[in-house]
C-alpha cells in the first residue's frame, strides 16, 4: 500500500483536485469562474516555459545523438508511426461519424440562426496553401520563435541547431554544455510549477465547469456525446493495442501505470504543450529512452494528434450535415480524410483557440463560406478536453513504438534488467 501511494501520490491529488474542482464548478455555475485567475496562473506559467523547454529539449537531444545512424533511424522511424497512427485515427473518426447525423436541418436553421450575430468578423486574408505552409514551418524574424504561436518554425530550429551542434563537432562543446546545463535549469523550473498544479488544476477545471452552460444546441450536444464515447473507446483499446504492439504484456503494464498523470494533465490543461513536461516523463517511466522520449513528444505536440484528427472529421461531417453536401463518391470520401489529415498539422498545441487556422483550411477546402467559422469554433470548444487527452496520450504510446523499433522487441525487458 505504501509503494502504491509512493507512486501515485501525485496523481491521487491532481486527481482529487480535479474532483473538488468540478464539484465546486457543478455548484456555483458560473460563480465559480472567480476561481479562473487561478487557473489561467498555472497554465501562463507552464506556457511561458514552453518556448525555452521545446528549444533545449529538441536541441540537446539531438546534440546528444553521436551516432548519426542512430538519430536519423529514430527521425525516420518517428515519420513513420505518426503516418500510420494518423490514418488510423481519421479511418475511425469517419467510421464514427460516416452513418450518424451529427445534426439535422431543423437544428442546422436554429444554430445557423444564432450565429448571425457572431458571423460579422473580420474578413481573413486570402492566402494559398503553399504560403500557408512556409509561414507555418518559419518565421521572418528570430524573435518571433520566441512565440507559443510559433511552435512549428521553432521546432525546425531547434531541430536544425541540434544537428549544427553535431556538425561542428569538438568545438561546439561550449554550446552544448550549455544547452544542457540550462535544460537541467528549466527542468527544475518546471518541478516548481508543478507545486502548483493542484490548486492551478482544480481552480482551472472549477471555471471551466461553471462556466459551461446548459444552452447548447442538440446538434452541438450530440456532437459532444459522439466524440466523446469515440474518444474514451480510442484511449482504452487502440493505446493497450498500441502498447501491445511495442512491447507486449509488459508494455501494456508500463504503459497503464504510468499514463494517467499526462491523461489528468491534458484534461485539464486542455494543452498539448502545457502537458509536454509530464508526458515526456511519463514515457521515461515507461523505459523509454531519453532521447527518443524528449524528440518524439516535442514533436507529436505539433504533428501527431490523434484527437485533433478524430476532431477534424467531426468538424467536416458536422459541415456536411448542416448544409447538406453529398458524399456520395469515393473521391468525396477521400477528399474528407486528405483534409482532416492536413487540417491536423495546422493546430497548434495551446488551449481553445488553437484550431482557428485548420477550422479556417477546412472551410475553404471544402468550400463552405467563412460564416461557417464560428460553428467549428464552438465544436473545438466543446471536444477540447476529450480531443487534448488523445492528443497528448497518443504521443506517450507512439514513443514506445518508436523505441520498440529503434531498439528492438526486447527494449523493454533489457529496461526491467537494468532497473
Partial sequence: MKKFLSNYKSTIILLVAI???AIVGIIFQEKATILSPLGDLFLNLLLVIIVPLIFLTITTSIAKMKQPKRLGKIMITIIGVFIVTSIIAVLIGFASTYFVKLVDSKDGEKIQASLEEVTETEESE??????????????????KLLSKDNIIALLVFSI???????????????VYDFLVSANEVVGNIVKIIMYFAPIGLGSYFAALVGSFGASIAVGYLRTFIIYTIVAVLFYFIMYTIYAFVAAGKNG????????????????????????????????KKMGVPEDIAETTIPLGTSFHKDGSIIGSVFKIMFLVCLF?????????????LGVALLANLLVTAVPIGGGTISEMLIITMMGYPVAALPILTIIATIIDPPATMLNVVGDTVSSMMVTRVVDGKEWMDKKITES
Fill in 324 to 336: 447538406g453536401t453529398s458524399l456520395a463518391t469515393a473521391s468525396d470520401i477521400f477528399g474528407v
Fill in 252 to 283: 501494456i503494464k508500463a504503459f497503464w501505470k504510468n499514463a494517467i498523470p499526462s491523461t489528468i494533465t491534458a484534461l485539464a490543461t486542455c494543452s498539448s504543450a502545457a502537458s509536454i513536461p509530464v508526458n515526456v516523463e511519463c514515457a
Fill in 160 to 174: 536544425m541547431f541540434g544537428i549544427a551542434i553535431n556538425m561542428t563537432g569538438e568545438k561546439a562543446k561550449p
Fill in 126 to 143: 486570402e492566402m494559398s496553401i503553399a504560403d500557408r505552409t512556409i509561414n507555418l514551418l518559419t518565421v521572418n524574424d528570430f524573435s
Fill in 19 to 21: 474532483i473538488v474542482g
